[in-house]
Structures are given as C-alpha cells and as structure tokens.
C-alpha cells in the first residue's frame, strides 16, 4: 500500500507545470544512434516518440524495465558522491527494492554503480584537472546502448565471484538463471536529461553489435544500438528522489522473458532551458535464482571499494566493435 501510494503520488507530480498537456502522452525527441553497421558511434541522429509510462502496468519480465520505489530519505546525512558511503547508505536499499521486485529470487549482489553530475563533473575537471570524485561520470548517456552482451553478462558474473567462490561453485550458479539488473536513482528532482528504455518486445538482435571496453585490468562489453523503426520508447518524466526505474540489463534466462533494456538519456524538448543539470546514481546489481548455497559469495566485496582498485577508472584503454548479427 505504501509503494501504490508512493507511486501515485508521483504519477500527479508529473503533471506540474506548464509542459504537462505536452507531455500527458509522450514527447518526441533526438536519439544518437550509431551508424547503420555499428562502426561510429552517435551518427545517426533519428527522431522517436518517447511514450510517457507513468500510469501503465511495465513490467519487468515483458518490457524489462519498471518504475519503483527506493526509500532514499533513509540515506540522509550520508555524502553519497563518496563511494563507501554510497555503498553503506543506498546498496542495502537496492537489494531491498530487487527482493520485492523478484520475490523468489535466491540472492542479491550490489557490486557497483555510477553516480552521474555533469555540473559537479565539469567543475572538477576545469582546467584539464582529473576528476576528483571517485565513480563520478561526465554526464548523463545520450548513445543507445546496453550494458551486458550475452557473453560479457556470463563472464562478468564469473569474474566478480572468482574471488569470493570456487571454480564448481560458481559454475553451478550460473547453470541457473541470473540476471543483471540497474536500480536508477535520482539524487534530485530529475528536470533534464531523462532516461528512456526501449520494449523488450520492440528489440531484435540486428538493432546492436558488439562493442569492447579494453581497461588495464579486463575486457568489458557492451551492446551499440542501431537505428530501428520497430523500437518502441518510453520513460517517467519528472522522476523524484524516493522512485527508482528499474531496469535488466542482461538476463540468462531464453524463456520469452526480457533479457534486456536497451536504453538511453535524452534531451527533453519540454525541459525549461534553465533546468538544473540531473543527479542520478544507477546501481549495479546481480540477482541469482534457483537453489544456492546460503553462504554463496558471503565474502564479497564491490571491487571498486577496494583500496587502488583499477575499476575506479571509468575510461577505456581503447575500444572495439563488431558487425550486426542475428544473434544476441
């Protein structure tokens, strides 16, 4: 009862405002695309409707994405741009918000997140400084993309347990379903620069092609979107502190369910040019099914947390692509 409420309470704020008639059933607006083989990034520039979703029923399993809620006032008095303090005060949060989210589900992992603030971003980095917030990205993502491919999501998941699991344990629970999922957090009320998610049901594997993240320490990979016609958009306009878009970023599972949100922020034509710039922090999260070990990953630690840990790098070494398929 308290999530309807919360949730309805949202669902009126959207319409404060003098762009709320404008915006009761979406917008139209920009997305950067790559080019029509996938070897440039942000080169194909389409306009698409972006359906407002506030009021219907997304879900999870058939859309793969969600609005929820996260209790953000219980982070109070916690510095959330400091990544120990962001882990102590929100991770326990967002492993609340998927257990409700996936009620059978076996186990959470929080293993990273990414806070995003392109005016805190841009004073740091003033005068070709180096940013001085660890986790801290230059600004919201307007490329279309998805974070996992079907091969990055296994090998992710293997690498954060490899540390903390044995070699027959791990492979026992990646037998099973799990699925990578990101709980997005707006720090302030979100005026600018909203994310939107494609519809599962709207995707097909030519719409991406592989794209490597080659760090010092591993190998990343992630999906670069292609323009497609077929792709339904949509997003919450003027989200508030205390809801959370959830959304899979990769599911294991070949069942018909969603396995992925391809997504991407976008320049809201509605937004007052005034706006301030978005505060938002995306939790990374692991959620495991089937039967586990209640001990499974008992020692884990978010690797970025650790001291000197190279994944507080945000920036590639260089990057590499692919070309379209007819497989994820």
Sequence with gaps: ????????????????????????SGVFADFAYASEDGQTPDTSIRRCFVANARGEAKSLERDGFTLSALPLH?????????????????????????????????????????????????????????????????????SVHGDYTVRSGFTRARSLLEPHE???????????????????????????????????????????????FIYTHRVGEIYRVLPSDQHRWAYYPDMEPGECLVFKVFDSAEDGRARFSLHAAFRDPTSHPDAPARESIELRCIVFFGDLPS??????????????????????????????????
């Design 166 to 212: 044995s070699e027959e344990r791990i492979s026992s629970a990646l037998e099973k379903r799990f699925a990578f999922v990101n709980v997005w957090v707006p720090l302030t009320p979100v005026r600018r620069d909203p994310l939107a998610m494609i519809e599962w049901g709207s995707q097909r594997p030519r719409d991406v092609v592989n794209l490597q």
């Design 1 to 24: 009862e308290r999530l309807a409420a919360t949730l309805l309470r949202a669902w009126h704020g959207a319409w404060r405002g003098g762009t709320a008639a404008a915006r009761a």
């Design 74 to 142: 219980e982070a109070q008095g916690y510095d959330l741009y400091d990544p120990l303090a962001a882990s102590k005060a929100l991770y326990p949060l967002a492993e609340g918000v998927l257990r409700r989210e996936f009620p059978g589900c076996a186990k959470v992992v929080v293993f990273d997140h990414i806070a995003r603030n392109a005016d805190r971003y841009a004073k740091e980095t003033q005068g070709g400084k180096s940013v001085a917030t660890p986790m801290l990205s230059s600004g919201p993502a307007f």
């Design 295 to 328: 001990d499974f990953a008992a020692s884990f630690v978010a690797p970025h947390l650790l001291p000197g840990s190279p994944d507080q790098d945000l920036n590639p070494e260089r990057v590499a692509s692919s070309f379209p398929n007819d497989e994820w």
